[in-house]
């Protein structure tokens, strides 16, 4: 280093910086590369579609609660919906069997989605003539007749957030005519002379115990 007040002489030790600098000019060509996989691989699978059918699922807590497509299906939403853990992965079901219904309302509402799909699904025999045994072709369709325009994508019967629309309505005379603030005021004043009478009678009853 130099000495006193003088120059600082310019360090050259970072001549070779060009060799480490990483560009990213193929992310355009990456791009390019990965949707003509997808259609590759939608073309490859077809008529079955990209992915699978899931459930709606609610996110727990009151902050973060919203619905989305969960990972898959409970066994008892299988069992509402007739159908076995093993055929539904057959034909595009998700399964997953971790996971437990807690929701009365969430359970048929995956139920009713399960049965949506079962009418829409249409199962191609793979040996000549033979179907599986839990679904039929329809009488009219078939195999070498289908045609489809463009291979199904994005998800399956993709999941529409319902619009809330709120109820207005008059407030009533009785409504405006109530004091809300004094009524929450009384309620927390009982609340608190109850929890005063309990403890008292309950050091009561350990003075009693205690003579």
Same mark, same amino acid.
């Given at each position: ?23 990213? =000019?193929?992310?355009?060509?990456? &791009?390019?590369?990965?949707? %003509?996989?997808?259609?590759? %691989? ?19 807590? &009151?902050?973060?609660?919203?619905? &989305?497509?969960?990972?898959? !299906? ?12 093993? !055929? ?5 079901? /998700? ?23 079962? /009418? ?10 033979? /179907?599986?045994?839990? =679904? ?8 070498d007749k289908v045609k489809v325009q463009e291979e199904p994508r994005g998800d399956v019967m993709p999941y529409v957030k319902e619009a ?12 405006? /005519? ?7 005021? %009384?309620?927390?004043?009982? %609340? ?20």
């Open positions: 280093m130099v000495k006193h007040n003088n120059e600082v002489v310019t360090s050259h030790f970072k001549k070779d910086w060009d060799k480490w600098v990483r560009t990213n =000019f193929n992310i355009p060509a990456k &791009r390019q590369r990965r949707k %003509k996989a997808r259609k590759a %691989k939608a073309h490859k699978m077809w008529p079955r579609p990209l992915k699978n059918l899931r459930p709606i699922v609610r996110c727990p807590g &009151r902050h973060y609660y919203r619905e &989305r497509l969960g990972r898959g !299906f409970s066994v008892q939403e299988l069992q509402g919906a007739k159908l076995s853990v093993g !055929f539904a992965r057959t034909v595009g079901i /998700s399964v997953d069997l971790r996971r437990v219904n807690r929701n009365e309302e969430a359970l048929l509402k995956n139920i009713q989605r399960l049965n949506e799909y079962k /009418s829409k699904l249409v199962i191609f025999p793979r040996k000549g003539a033979k /179907s599986k045994k839990h =679904f039929q072709l329809p009488a009219t369709t078939d195999a809330f629309t709120p109820v207005f309505r008059t407030i009533t005379d009785e409504e405006n /005519s109530q004091n809300t603030v004094k009524t929450l005021r %009384k309620a927390t004043w009982a %609340k608190k002379e109850f929890r005063k009478k309990k403890a008292k009678a309950s050091r009561g009853k350990k003075t009693k115990k205690k003579k």
